[in-house]
């Protein structure tokens, strides 16, 4: 598997993220294939991604995953949708092993979701910029419609925990209005940032309240679970035991506190590094 | 003025802050003292400190102190509250020039506002958890009631342009009702964040509401313009022209697009830069 030395299924599998909500990933991951160690990396010092332009995302995420190669990991997975969208090919030509970003496979289970081909996608500033998700789409479905709107306010909004009530209602109301006014025809829509998951329920709901018709969620978590699942195929560690989890940080705020919101277990403790 | 340089009246102010926010400082000190040249700049590449550690926060803004003195300025305004909080010792120590922070102006102010001593500030995480405010007001007046909250929902409201609406009530009602929860007596209300005097507005009437008595609201960013005319005193520049801005940012991101809204004025053009 890897291109400069030996990788077996025993070594663990490297995740990392701009701040705290790629542990919706690891959950996913956890959940999809338990038997699997991971290290994790939360850019926090750094964190968010999502304001930053193309060139600082790639330089960030070039070194993030450098620190995940330097502990021997089999396979990266890009939590972080800002930097999937804006460094996936210069993340895949530095490592010597598999690299998974968020935006593919959420691409992919958007259209299987799809009934009508009517896709919506919100994310951050950098990832909606970065027209990521588009061109994704469009390589597989040149049909496809797809409308995508920036959501600043919702990454907030996850980690105060203000997931289901008024403001979380007014304000996924607020931007998924301007979403349906591009298409009401959108009957599925990809949450392109990993904070997203925990608005799921209320973007589901005002979704479809705004549309007048079901509107499937799809969130890249998930997707990016069973995508990891699927390349490491006879790579996978099937032992039955549970993996270890390491994480890591470059910055110590908050994320005592964050953490357990978004991996939806406690969080045994975290290392700080200095990229 | 300077210890190992000379400077005149004719150098620039130099302002800094992790991100947009500090133009509101700016364009208090462009309407307190208009006859200045102005170098401004924003660490937007890693914005926001508000959620960083003051460890982190305290490299960060060293390095942008220093692009300014690199400039020649005669005067450094630290216009963003969490460097304040956490970095204005070490400032101070590596300036040849006076540095002016953003906490004790406003204390300052909010001191000579208030009736019955009773202060309430709301900023960002890492404001309100430095206790930089508590420090400033009690060491002036250690009889004063001060209660204090981070809002972090406020800085993207700001920059949404969503300052005067429903959403804006609700968030700044959750928040203040928080707030007087620990002091109903509060009197005058800090705004410890130079994002938030897009906010003043809403946050008045709110929190006057809660409170059942008027509340006065003192923003930090006219209370460091005034404190930098007086730190300046003759070395002021009393030319009758206006001076000009020069604004440098470390990222390009929605710079252009943000920018007016916090300056009040358009912006003519920024210099990126690489710290």
């Known amino acids: 598997m890897g291109q400069d030395r030996t990788v077996t299924k025993r070594h663990p599998i490297g995740v990392f993220d701009s701040g705290v909500g790629g542990l919706t990933v690891v959950r996913a991951l956890r959940s999809a294939i338990p038997g699997e160690d991971i290290i994790y990396l939360g850019d926090t010092a750094r964190v968010p991604y999502g304001s930053k332009s193309p060139r600082t995302v ?17 396979l990266v997975l890009i939590a972080c949708n800002t930097a999937s969208a804006n460094a996936l090919p210069a993340l895949i030509a530095a490592s010597p092993v598999p690299v ?26 950098g990832t909606i910029r970065s027209g ?40 996924a109301k607020r931007y998924l209005v301007q979403l349906f006014a591009q298409d009401r025809e959108i009957d599925t829509l990809v949450l392109g940032c990993t904070h997203y998951p925990l608005l799921k329920d209320v973007l ?3 979704g479809s309240e705004i549309a007048g018709h079901p509107v499937a969620v799809v969130d ?34 908050r994320l005592d506190e964050l953490a357990p919101r ?8 975290f290392e700080l590094v200095d990229l």
């Not at 070039?62 to 089999?74: E, S, T």
């Not at 259209?111 to 500033?125: Q, S, W």
């Not at 409308?147 to 105060?160: D, G, I, M, R, Y």
């Not at 978004?262 to 403790?269: A, K, N, S, V």
Request: charged residues 20%; negative net charge.
């Open 58 to 74: 790639e330089r960030y995420a070039l070194a993030c995953q450098q620190f995940l190669l330097d502990r021997g990991v089999k």
């Open 100 to 125: 998974i970003g968020a935006v593919e496979p959420g691409a992919s289970s958007a259209l299987a979701a799809t009934r009508n081909g009517h896709l919506g996608v919100i994310g951050t500033l």
């Open 132 to 171: 990521a998700y588009a061109t994704a789409i469009h390589s597989r479905n040149p049909e496809a419609q797809l409308s995508a709107l920036a959501c600043p306010l919702l990454v907030p909004l996850a980690e105060e925990g203000w997931t289901d009530d008024d403001i979380a209602r007014l304000v």
């Open 204 to 206: 589901a709901q005002v």
């Open 220 to 253: 890249s978590a998930s997707a990016m679970a069973e995508a990891a699942r699927e390349a490491l195929g006879s790579g996978a560690n099937r032992r039955s035991t549970a993996g270890r989890l390491d994480c890591f940080a470059t910055d110590t705020s």
């Open 262 to 269: 978004f991996l939806g277990e406690p969080l045994t403790g």
